[in-house]
């Protein structure tokens, strides 16, 4: 599966070329109705559509397997680890609240 990661580099290589040919230009149609069809933005109650912020993923692990199962599914584990550290380390919890603050 292609990931939005591959698909925005596309798009960055395609705006990128100097010179872009009608090839160039159809490769990143393709590319955006890619992006927009399997990342989809998402709609809210308030003002319509907005975009989530892009996430810089590592190469760490943990960073590789939250961008193959999405925020959306990770956060609420991310929820509960966080209401265990406040019970089980309230000190580090803090810090890392600090942090993200």
Not at 28 to 40: E, G, I, K, V
Not at 50 to 79: C, H, L, T
């Amino acid at each position: 599966m292609i990931t939005e990661r591959d698909l925005k580099e596309a798009i960055a290589e395609c705006e990128g070329t100097r010179n872009p040919t009608p090839n160039t230009c159809v490769k990143l149609a393709a590319y955006y109705a890619l992006l927009d069809r399997q990342y989809p933005k998402i709609e809210t109650g308030y003002s319509g559509s907005m975009q989530i912020e892009q996430i810089p993923y590592s190469n760490s692990y943990f960073s590789q397997v939250v961008e193959r199962a999405g925020i959306s599914n990770v956060f609420p584990v991310i929820d509960e680890l966080m209401e265990t550290l406040y019970v089980v380390n309230r000190p580090l919890y803090e810090s890392v609240m600090a942090k993200i603050e």
